[in-house]
């Protein structure tokens, strides 16, 4: 097929477009694990297709993001299948906050130069987060930018589109006093506050390799590289047969940003300081960098990936649920009548 698309001059420049067709070809395998029954297009083609199916009044979600500094770590550790599900993640765990299923995703890498086996190690990541996500891996692009990037690092982002039937959007309008908090752990820092924790920890300059007690023997790299929780499936599993009011998911800005983006005015969210099981990842950076516990929780998860508010006849059969789906929720605070969207006490 590309036997003859070849320029000695764009190689000579740094771009080598065999390389681009090697990588395709290696990502092959890992795409076809993501097929879903709405794919309409192969790779390779100018657009993926998606049939929408039949969704009675269809409302399209849409979530678009990257890893950031995390992939420091990855070019640090020389371990790139597994950032792909943190940008897989990024995106379906913001499109889940509405009740939308997500569909399908496209990634974007950049690369210093092509090395087609990393790149496709690169999408391999990215397909198992389609894979958990339940999404279809319909298309990308892979950009060889030499003199813009290094040759040993790239960028990767990507976004996911998903559906949800107009009735079904999630409406924290029913939000009371009462309802209950409930927390749905992370695995981790996640994908954010990276540029402080690679302050914090000077990592270019310590060794992240060495297995260490305080993280239960696993070193500090691959503590750091443990990739996003993806919480589509359980979260769909407790929207089938529970009334959700509200999801945040914490990245970025921590709880003090993002569990006030899902309250409604006059209402706020109490939370239980006790009842966080805060992960040893998160008491080492505290320690190290002597950080505040203000700053801690206003900007990393704590151990809490996701909250949920539903009402409180309803947190027994909500906690039922989501651990038969694999999360080890609990009840972390109420809602309350307030002027202050977040409380932690």
Same mark, same amino acid.
């Given at each position: 097929?590309?036997?003859?698309?070849?320029?000695?001059?764009?190689?000579?420049?740094?771009?080598?477009?065999?390389?681009?067709?090697?990588?395709?070809? @290696?990502?092959?395998?890992?795409?076809?694990?993501?097929?879903?029954?709405?794919?309409? +297009? $192969?790779?390779?083609?100018?657009?993926?297709?998606?049939?929408? /199916?039949?969704?009675?009044?269809?409302? @399209?979600?849409?979530?678009?993001? #990257?890893?950031?500094?995390?992939?420091?770590?990855?070019?640090?550790m020389d371990k790139h299948d597994t950032v792909g599900i943190d940008c897989v993640a990024m995106c379906v765990n913001d499109v889940i906050c509405s009740g939308a299923k997500p569909?399908?995703? @496209?990634?974007?890498?950049?690369?210093?130069?092509?090395?087609?086996?990393?790149?496709?190690?690169?999408?391999?990541?990215?397909?198992?987060?389609?894979v958990q996500s339940g999404c279809a891996l319909i298309g990308g692009e892979t950009a060889e930018m030499p003199g813009f990037y290094p040759v040993d690092e790239y960028d990767l982002?990507?976004?996911?589109?998903?559906?949800?039937?107009?009735?079904?959007?999630?409406?924290?309008?029913?939000?009371?006093?009462?309802?209950?908090?409930?927390?749905?752990?992370?695995?981790?820092?996640?994908?954010?506050?990276? +540029?402080?924790?690679?302050?914090?920890?000077d990592v270019e300059k310590t060794d992240i390799k060495t297995p260490m007690e305080e993280l239960g023997g696993k070193s500090l790299g691959e503590t750091l590289l443990t990739p996003?929780?993806?919480?589509?499936?359980?979260?769909?599993?407790?929207?089938?047969?529970?009334?959700?009011?509200?999801?945040?998911?914490?990245?970025?800005?921590?709880?003090?940003?993002?569990?006030?983006?899902?309250?409604? $005015?006059?209402?706020?969210?109490?939370?239980?300081?006790? +009842?966080?099981?805060?992960?040893?990842?998160?008491? @080492?950076?505290?320690?190290? /960098?002597?950080?505040?516990?203000?700053?801690?929780?206003?900007?990393?998860?704590? #151990?809490?990936?996701?909250?949920?508010?539903?009402?409180?006849?309803?947190?027994?059969?909500?906690?039922?649920?989501?651990?038969?789906?694999?999360?080890?929720?609990?009840?972390? /605070?109420?809602?309350?009548? +307030?002027?202050?969207?977040?409380?932690?006490?």
């Amino acid at each position: 097929m590309h036997e003859k698309s070849f320029s000695e001059s764009y190689k000579a420049a740094g771009v080598d477009i065999t390389a681009g067709y090697k990588a395709v070809e @290696l990502m092959k395998s890992h795409i076809k694990r993501t097929m879903t029954e709405g794919v309409c +297009s $192969d790779i390779g083609g100018f657009g993926g297709l998606f049939e929408l /199916g039949k969704v009675k009044n269809p409302v @399209l979600v849409s979530g678009t993001d #990257g890893v950031g500094t995390k992939l420091k770590m990855a070019f640090l550790m020389d371990k790139h299948d597994t950032v792909g599900i943190d940008c897989v993640a990024m995106c379906v765990n913001d499109v889940i906050c509405s009740g939308a299923k997500p569909l399908f995703f @496209l990634d974007y890498v950049a690369v210093g130069k092509n090395v087609p086996e990393r790149v496709a190690s690169i999408v391999s990541g990215v397909a198992e987060g389609c894979v958990q996500s339940g999404c279809a891996l319909i298309g990308g692009e892979t950009a060889e930018m030499p003199g813009f990037y290094p040759v040993d690092e790239y960028d990767l982002a990507g976004f996911a589109v998903g559906v949800v039937d107009k009735k079904k959007i999630l409406n924290n309008k029913t939000m009371k006093e009462g309802d209950v908090v409930i927390a749905l752990p992370s695995t981790g820092v996640h994908s954010n506050g990276f +540029s402080l924790v690679r302050k914090v920890f000077d990592v270019e300059k310590t060794d992240i390799k060495t297995p260490m007690e305080e993280l239960g023997g696993k070193s500090l790299g691959e503590t750091l590289l443990t990739p996003t929780r993806i919480y589509v499936k359980s979260i769909l599993a407790l929207i089938e047969k529970v009334k959700v009011k509200a999801i945040s998911h914490i990245t970025g800005g921590g709880f003090y940003e993002n569990i006030p983006r899902s309250i409604p $005015d006059g209402f706020g969210a109490k939370i239980d300081r006790k +009842s966080i099981k805060v992960l040893p990842i998160f008491d @080492l950076i505290q320690k190290t /960098g002597n950080i505040s516990e203000r700053d801690m929780f206003n900007t990393f998860n704590m #151990g809490v990936g996701m909250s949920v508010v539903v009402g409180k006849d309803d947190a027994n059969k909500a906690l039922e649920i989501l651990r038969a789906n694999g999360e080890d929720a609990y009840v972390i /605070g109420e809602i309350v009548k +307030s002027e202050n969207k977040i409380e932690i006490v």
